[in-house]
Nanobody, 126 residues
Framework: QVHLVESGGGLVQAGGSLRLSCAASGRTFSSTAMGWFRQAPGKEREFVAQISWSGSSTNYANSVKGRFTISRDNAKNTVYLQMNSLKPEDTADYYC???????????????????WGQGTQVTVSS
């Protein structure tokens, strides 16, 4: 199990930017793929982005492609989500997640992730 703590959420105007951080505990971070998911009020949780353990592979939901960037710093046990050109429809609670299986990079399904943070709220005003 990996303990995850997100930070960086807040209120921003449409077109603005936010950077989310997720600090992870545990010595397996550098061998674990990481992901970001979000859940808007009244909606199901959805995949946002994921990154492989080395950072060499990433993939994104179509809705955020070109606007969001996921990255990681294995020396700091931290994964980031840079969000630019934010839209009101990006409003949601954002969750960091760690892959269930080390050295496994899946298709971004929530079932592939076994540890979750508590979430950080992002609100984009129009």
């Amino acid at each position: 199990q990996v303990h995850l703590v997100e930070s960086g959420g807040g209120l921003v105007q449409a077109g603005g930017s936010l950077r989310l951080s997720c600090a992870a505990s545990g010595r397996t971070f550098s061998s674990t793929a990481m992901g970001w998911f979000r859940q808007a009020p009244g909606k199901e949780r959805e995949f946002v982005a994921q990154i492989s353990w080395s950072g060499s592979s990433t993939n994104y939901a179509n809705s955020v492609k070109g606007r969001f960037t996921i990255s990681r710093d294995n020396a700091k046990n931290t994964v980031y989500l840079q969000m630019n050109s934010l839209k009101p429809e990006d409003t949601a609670d954002y969750y960091c997640a760690a892959a269930r299986i080390p050295l496994h990079y899946g298709a971004g399904h929530a079932a592939d992730f076994g540890s979750w943070g508590q979430g950080t709220q992002v609100t984009v005003s129009s």
